[in-house]
């Protein structure tokens, strides 16, 4: 596919439930087509930011665990595993490709602070002239955040959904794609309800579309379609465009990037 539009910076934001099967294996079908795609886009002149979750997912395979850890210090040892992993698996994807990789970790702190989060947008900005894939995630081996939110505690980032969307206004993106296992959002819950139609553009996030957010996740992943409505009402806000795509047809990347009517579309005022 040709470049037939205006270049655009991109973040795409990738799921445990992307990187793993159901069975708790790795996915490395699914990962290898994910750069295969973002390396094939970055080709078309396009500048791709990848937030990739996952660092528990797959310490926990690595280590061979049947199941997440539930202590805390547990679930940082196994992140520093796992993510030490994912980025190899990246690197040689992506290399596959020709393409650089970076690494990125953050934690609250470092979008919160004024100071920290100028250097980040500039770290960015370098890493994108020097024509390298930015690939962030939160320091799960230093902040609590992400994990915490399983439990209910509310923290700055919390969720790699919320992070992606500071990232993409930090990047000062054009567009935000969150790929999940699912198509978008619907009007009732696709699982329970046979005749669930997919919503292919919001225009706002009011009280009714909050209402149609349902509860958290895949049992190897800590977010919901509720984090994914407060992404998008943070990138709204940045004059960012997202998109809600599903995973399983890493193609339609390309379609998004040229505004077809893929997924679920939160469109900001322009």
């Known amino acids: 596919m040709d470049a037939q539009h205006s270049p655009l910076r991109v973040v795409v934001k990738v799921g445990t439930s992307t990187l793993t099967r159901s069975t708790g294996g790795l996915n490395l079908y699914s990962m290898e087509h994910l750069c295969r795609t973002l390396s094939d886009l ?3 002149g396009h500048e791709v930011i990848l937030v990739s979750s996952g660092a528990i ?3 926990t395979v690595k280590l061979g665990l049947k199941e997440r850890p539930s202590e ?3 679930k940082q040892a196994v992140a520093a595993i ?3 992993e994912m980025m190899h698996l990246y690197d040689k994807f992506f290399g596959e490709y020709g393409q650089n990789v970076a690494q990125i970790l953050l934690t609250g702190d470092d979008v919160e602070d004024e100071h920290r989060a100028a250097h980040l947008s500039n770290t960015f900005s370098a890493l994108l002239e020097l024509g390298c894939i930015p690939i962030v995630n939160e320091n799960d081996s230093v902040s ?3 994990i915490e939110t399983e439990t209910g505690h509310a923290k700055v980032l919390g969720d790699n959904d919320t992070l992606s969307a500071i990232v993409a206004g930090l990047c000062q993106a054009d567009l935000l794609v969150l790929i999940s296992d699912i198509d978008g959002l619907y009007d009732s819950d696709p699982r329970k309800h046979a005749d669930a139609r997919l919503i292919h553009r919001v ?8 209402a149609l957010a349902g509860g958290t996740g895949s049992k190897w992943g800590t977010g919901g379609m509720f984090t ?3 992404a998008a009402r943070r990138a709204m806000a940045h004059g960012i465009d997202m998109v809600i795509t ?3 047809r890493m193609e339609d990347l390309y379609g998004i990037v040229a505004g077809e009517d893929i997924g679920t579309r939160f469109c900001a005022a322009r």
């Open 42 to 44: 970055k080709g078309m």
């Open 72 to 74: 805390l210090r547990m």
């Open 203 to 210: 225009d706002a996030i009011t009280p009714e579309i909050l």
């Open 228 to 230: 994914k409505l407060t």
């Open 57 to 59: 997912g797959i310490g």
């Open 246 to 248: 599903n995973g399983a």
């Open 82 to 84: 796992g993510q030490c």
């Open 144 to 146: 609590s955040a992400e």
